[in-house]
């Protein structure tokens, strides 16, 4: 699968740089939606499918499946995801937002922020992005940012989320949970918290779990999102980390400067400003390559990218 891809530009050192022609969605790219933003996306059949957080005009949040040929230009279906029952009969959902979309063995599992009673970690599983099956809540409520790993790491499904509280949380640190079946989860463990003001600010007041984790040689490579309070609100940026392959809750190296943070108008200007969210990364080892999706000021959505040595080897160099 050939992922899509643009050269750095001659004039950046970045360790992550723009796609030029960002956004990719724009707000309105479905009749009936206010924003696209905070979205995932896979590989699928000869091209990309994925699930797409659009909020509508009622400012109604839902989750839509959208496919695409190249991973740039996309197709969002109108109508939202209707559930089905999967390994449970309670479906219900008050909202859905911020999906997040990962193969494991036979399917792809999608997990979001599910409203029940407050925000919970919501898991469906799709074989066709066509028919969805809703699986239990993971936790109770609050929680946001559920990101499944790739693989089983010891025999069990294992997903990272941030428990929160029912409003604009205020805080937030990442945590890791494990299941047999991905219906009971359990042996919650802290995986990071967030930072002295005085050591990275911008990661100081809450941080979430961003893509799914990337298996390689250094252990699991994840991008995140760190939030900053500021005189004029929070401001959120992307940070890199490596966790242990086997011990998932062991961070072995953290950034302490942001790999990407909001300095583009698309990115400063919109429903909530200042924001770059990842969502999503595609990627290639043997290519050496990465393609981040991110949402930008709630609003759009937009690319980067990057080289995965050269992400690996800033993680490790400048680590907290």
């Not at 009673?117 to 559920?146: M, S, V, W």
């Not at 990442?174 to 050591?199: A, L, N, Q």
């Not at 979430?208 to 309070?229: K, Q, R, S």
């Not at 890199?240 to 392959?245: N, P, R, V």
């Given at each position: 699968?050939?992922?899509?891809?643009?050269?750095r530009?001659?004039?950046?050192?970045?360790?992550?740089?723009?796609?030029?022609?960002?956004?990719?969605?724009?707000?309105?790219?479905?009749?009936?939606?206010?924003?696209?933003?905070?979205?995932?996306?896979?590989?699928?059949?000869?091209?990309?499918?994925?699930v797409?957080?659009?909020?509508?005009?009622?400012?109604?949040?839902?989750?839509?499946?959208?496919?695409?040929?190249?991973?740039?230009?996309?197709?969002?279906?109108?109508?939202?995801?209707?559930?089905?029952?999967?390994?449970?009969?309670?479906?219900?959902?008050?909202?859905?937002?911020?999906?997040?979309?990962?193969?494991?063995?036979?399917?792809?599992?999608?997990?979001?922020?599910?409203?029940?009673?407050?925000?919970?970690?919501?898991?469906?599983?799709?074989?066709?992005?066509?028919?969805?099956?809703?699986?239990?809540?993971?936790?109770?409520?609050?929680?946001r940012?559920?990101?499944?790993?790739?693989?089983k790491?010891?025999?069990?499904?294992?997903?990272?989320?941030?428990?929160?509280?029912?409003?604009?949380?205020?805080?937030?640190?990442?945590?890791v949970?494990?299941?047999?079946?991905?219906?009971?989860?359990?042996?919650?463990?802290?995986?990071?918290?967030?930072?002295?003001?005085?050591d990275?600010?911008?990661?100081?007041?809450?941080i979430?779990a961003?893509?799914?984790?990337?298996?390689?040689?250094?252990?699991?490579?994840?991008?995140?999102?760190?939030?900053?309070?500021?005189?004029?609100?929070?401001?959120?940026?992307?940070?890199?980390?490596?966790?242990?392959?086997?011990?998932?809750?062991?961070?072995?190296?953290?950034?302490?400067?942001?790999?990407?943070?909001?300095?583009?108008?698309?990115?400063?200007?919109?429903?909530?400003?200042?924001?770059?969210?990842p969502?999503?990364?595609?990627?290639?080892?043997?290519?050496?390559?990465?393609?981040?999706?991110?949402?930008?000021?709630?609003t759009?959505?937009?690319?980067?990218?990057?080289?995965?040595?050269?992400?690996?080897?800033?993680?490790?160099?400048?680590?907290?």
């Amino acid at each position: 699968m050939k992922i899509p891809w643009q050269d750095r530009p001659d004039n950046c050192n970045d360790v992550l740089w723009r796609y030029s022609e960002n956004p990719i969605i724009n707000r309105n790219d479905i009749p009936s939606s206010n924003s696209i933003f905070n979205s995932a996306v896979v590989p699928f059949e000869d091209g990309f499918a994925g699930v797409f957080r659009c909020d509508n005009k009622a400012v109604q949040m839902n989750i839509f499946a959208g496919f695409s040929k190249d991973g740039i230009h996309w197709e969002i279906n109108h109508e939202p995801i209707q559930m089905q029952a999967g390994n449970t009969g309670m479906i219900e959902s008050d909202y859905k937002y911020d999906p997040r979309v990962v193969f494991i063995e036979d399917r792809y599992w999608v997990t979001w922020c599910n409203g029940y009673h407050g925000p919970t970690i919501g898991i469906a599983y799709t074989f066709d992005f066509k028919e969805f099956f809703q699986c239990e809540n993971a936790f109770l409520p609050f929680n946001r940012n559920g990101v499944l790993f790739p693989d089983k790491i010891n025999g069990r499904y294992a997903m990272l989320s941030r428990p929160s509280d029912n409003g604009h949380t205020p805080f937030g640190d990442i945590y890791v949970s494990f299941s047999p079946d991905m219906k009971y989860w359990g042996e919650h463990r802290c995986v990071m918290k967030v930072t002295p003001f005085e050591d990275s600010a911008w990661q100081s007041c809450k941080i979430g779990a961003g893509t799914v984790p990337i298996h390689t040689n250094e252990g699991w490579l994840i991008f995140y999102h760190g939030v900053i309070n500021t005189c004029n609100g929070f401001r959120y940026s992307v940070g890199s980390a490596i966790l242990d392959e086997n011990e998932p809750d062991k961070v072995k190296y953290r950034t302490q400067p942001y790999l990407l943070a909001p300095t583009e108008l698309y990115e400063q200007v919109g429903d909530v400003p200042n924001v770059v969210f990842p969502c999503a990364a595609l990627h290639s080892i043997e290519e050496d390559k990465v393609a981040l999706y991110y949402g930008a000021a709630d609003t759009v959505t937009a690319m980067a990218f990057g080289r995965i040595s050269e992400i690996l080897e800033f993680t490790k160099k400048n680590s907290l």
